[in-house]
């Protein structure tokens, strides 16, 4: 039942934009409240009263009650809350490989991931920050290659310039977030 609990429900603000992932438990307790209401893959609403009364199917995941089984809802919509979360990406070797598509930003190859490092395109010994606008991602060749240099003086290009991402909070909860549902994708692709 713990497991059951602690499944992910996307919660959308008021105007249907993804805010966060949060627990079932949680869920339930909007829910009960009258905070919010569950949605249907076909986007029907329904209040805690109305999602008590229906069946729980094979695909769900089932909170066992006295009476039965309350069916877990998948994505929650808040009555009254406006506000959309400004992501602030972080910086991490995770994010900047997906920003830059796991690609060597110098050759355009596509090794796997232990062969790919993270290099300062202005080299730290000389004062590189550590920013988005200062890292790329680099097979080990071409890391190595440049070395201590800049791009222009180991005569290698960069194919774009790095950049600080703008990701949306669909975004973030599909890199961060292993368990996804269908019933997401709408809202995620959105917002």
């Not at 992910?8 to 992932?21: A, G, I, S, Y």
């Not at 490092?117 to 730290?124: C, G, L, Y």
Request: glycine share 6%; proline share 8%.
């Amino acid at each position: 039942m713990t497991d059951v609990l602690s499944s992910p429900v996307l919660v959308l603000n008021r105007h249907f934009q993804p805010v966060q992932v949060t627990t079932a438990k949680r869920a339930f307790v909007l829910l009960y409240g009258g905070a919010a209401q569950a949605l249907t893959e076909g986007g029907d609403a329904f209040d805690f009263d109305a999602w008590r009364q229906l069946p729980v199917r094979e695909s769900d995941d089932a909170l066992p009650i006295v009476n039965g089984a309350l069916r877990v809802p998948r994505i929650v919509h808040l009555h009254k809350y406006d506000r959309t979360p400004r992501t602030a990406v972080r910086l991490t070797r995770r994010n900047l490989m997906f920003r830059d598509a796991h690609e060597c930003q110098y050759c355009g190859r596509r090794p796997p991931v232990r062969d790919l490092n993270i290099d300062h395109v202005q080299p730290r010994s000389r004062g590189g920050p550590d920013t988005w606008e200062n890292l790329v991602t680099a097979c080990r060749v071409c890391n190595l290659r440049k070395g201590w240099k800049t791009p222009e003086e180991a005569n290698m290009h960069l194919a774009r310039k790095p950049f600080r991402p703008k990701w949306t909070m669909g975004a973030q909860i599909l890199l961060v977030h292993p368990r996804k549902f269908p019933e997401w994708e709408p809202f995620l692709k959105t917002g």
